[in-house]
């Protein structure tokens, strides 16, 4: 079964610091998607950013970016630039592939904490 | 994006009483899922469908049951509420078999008093 791991509960940033959160995954799989989460205090889930296994280039959606190293499983989120709208818990998450089956469903981590201050 | 909503938004209800919360969507996406939320545990999987009447079971299934009547709707239903299950519920739909990823709802905080 896959797991996914957040090591840091909390975590906290100076505002335009940049910051990045752990993540770890396990999967005998070597295809799969791997996804970051925002959940700000409002509670909405937010997709940050998604990761294709097959991809060998990390992803970017402006301040946001990955560092993916499949042969480690591990997946960080890199936040620079950071926002006082940044602060929310955060949620890595896995998936493997799924065509037609019944399979395919996301696996989350426990989340980080992240506060922005000013 | 796709139109999910769940109702009701908040609820507070009395252990041993059963509880029905919606979600609905606007689309015709096929795969829907009921997570819920805990500190300390993330989302966890309860169930989820991959069409109409077809469902199956999650992480932590125990104590709920699903249906699927229709494409656009997916209840969760305790049908006996304990505090235990008191928590936020989210039901999320997969807009996208090939690329991957969920579109959540709003969530339905739950309280079992």
């Known amino acids: 079964a896959q797991t996914v791991t957040q090591s840091q509960p909390e975590m906290s940033v100076q505002e335009a610091e940049t910051v990045t959160l752990s993540c770890t995954y396990d999967t005998s799989e070597s295809n799969y998607y791997l996804f970051w989460y925002k959940q700000p205090p409002s509670r909405q889930m937010i997709l940050v950013i998604r990761?294709?296994?097959?991809?060998?280039q990390n992803a970017t959606e402006n301040r946001f970016s990955v560092n993916f190293q499949k042969a480690a499983k591990s997946f960080s989120l890199k936040i620079s630039d950071s926002q006082l709208g940044d602060t929310a818990m955060y949620f890595c998450a896995f998936m493997k592939p799924n065509y037609g089956g019944s399979q395919g469903n996301l696996i989350f981590g426990k989340g980080t904490k992240l506060s922005v201050k000013p | 994006d796709a139109g999910i909503t769940q109702s009701p938004r908040h609820k507070v209800t009395e252990t041993g009483t059963p509880v029905t919360l919606r979600c609905h969507q606007t689309e015709n996406h096929r795969y829907m899922y009921w997570y819920r939320q805990d500190p300390g545990h993330g989302l966890r999987l309860i169930h989820y469908s991959y069409g109409v009447k077809d469902t199956d079971k999650g992480e932590v299934s125990d104590g709920y049951s699903v249906s699927r009547s229709k494409t656009e709707d997916f209840l969760l239903t305790l049908e006996s509420a304990t505090s235990s299950q008191t928590s936020v519920y989210f039901c999320a739909i997969r807009e996208s078999e090939r690329v991957g990823g969920y579109t959540f709802g709003s969530g339905t905080r739950l309280t079992v008093v």
């Open positions: 990761q294709e296994a097959y991809k060998q």
